[in-house]
């Protein structure tokens, strides 16, 4: 039996010494979106060629942000400014010089109206994005570590490293709840039940209900969790898929532990032939 070899689909050329620091495929539009070290290319699928650049100083660190509607491109230089562009028609709609701007904390809301980016490690922008003016201003009294948007668009959640998790209301600019949790590593929400999943210290998981900050489940690993992901599959119609395909999916030790958040069952399988995660 004769096995056809694919062809090369697609084979861009980068500079040996170029490090590629984020990759997305755009299926609205049929773009491939590379970031490298210093410039970010765009690729279209269909006719397999590269259609834009964006070349920058290559001294500054740089990070690269897909809206949720995958409208819109956030490229924020650290210490410098922004650039925002539509990803339709390729232009940049917005560049904000501002001093001290963080990489690692940005956020947009579900539906793109908002974004949220952080100066200075304490003080949160929140940018109308429709409009192109600050919409509101907060202040932190202790440096952010992660933020997070709810799927109402208007309740932010913010990680300080205090571990203490602030819950805004950004139409009225005040913290609504404030929970110690000690010990937080990373947190993420999942959209489609409203649930907010902690990793914390001694390897144990948390999963809170995000409307009303009460506790659900708390899940004991007996070996350190490495990373972990949320899966919300809003492209399937039907609500009992949907249920049974989200989990969160935790790296230990070559394994991988599958915990269904709607029933909280929790499948482990064993990773053979890989050395290191």
């Not at 995000?210 to 690993?221: E, H, Q, V, Y």
Request: glycine share 2%; hydrophobic share 45%; charged share 20%.
């Amino acid at each position: 039996m004769r096995y056809k070899h694919p062809g090369l689909f697609l084979k861009p050329y980068f500079n040996d010494n170029h490090e590629i620091c984020y990759s997305n495929y755009n299926k609205i539009y049929n773009y491939f979106i590379l970031l490298i070290y210093n410039k970010i290319d765009i690729f279209y699928i269909v006719k397999n060629f590269k259609i834009w650049t964006l070349k920058w100083d290559n001294e500054i660190k740089s990070t690269l942000g897909i809206s949720n509607t995958g409208e819109y491109i956030l490229i924020l230089l650290k210490f410098r400014f922004f650039l925002l562009f539509k990803i339709k028609s390729l232009k940049i709609i917005w560049k904000i010089n501002l001093k001290n701007l963080s990489c690692e904390c940005y956020q947009f809301n579900y539906n793109d109206s908002y974004l949220i980016t952080v100066i200075n490690k304490k003080t949160m922008i929140v940018w109308h994005l429709k409009i192109g003016y600050i919409y509101c201003t907060l202040f932190s009294k202790v440096y952010i570590k992660q933020i997070m948007f709810l799927k109402n668009n208007n309740t932010l959640i913010t990680i300080n490293y205090k571990s203490i998790i602030n819950v805004w209301d950004i139409n009225k600019k005040t913290v609504l709840i404030e929970i110690k949790i000690d010990g937080i590593i990373k947190a993420g929400y999942s959209s489609l039940n409203n649930k907010l999943i902690i990793q914390k210290k001694k390897n144990i998981i948390l999963i809170l209900n995000a409307i009303k900050f009460l506790f659900l489940f708390i899940c004991f690993l007996k070996k350190n969790v490495k990373n972990f992901w949320i899966f919300d599959n809003d492209h399937i119609n039907s609500t009992k898929q949907k249920e049974n395909n989200i989990f969160i999916l935790c790296m230990y030790n070559f394994s991988i532990i599958i915990l269904k958040l709607k029933s909280y069952a929790i499948f482990k399988k064993r990773l053979k032939h890989i050395k290191s995660i």
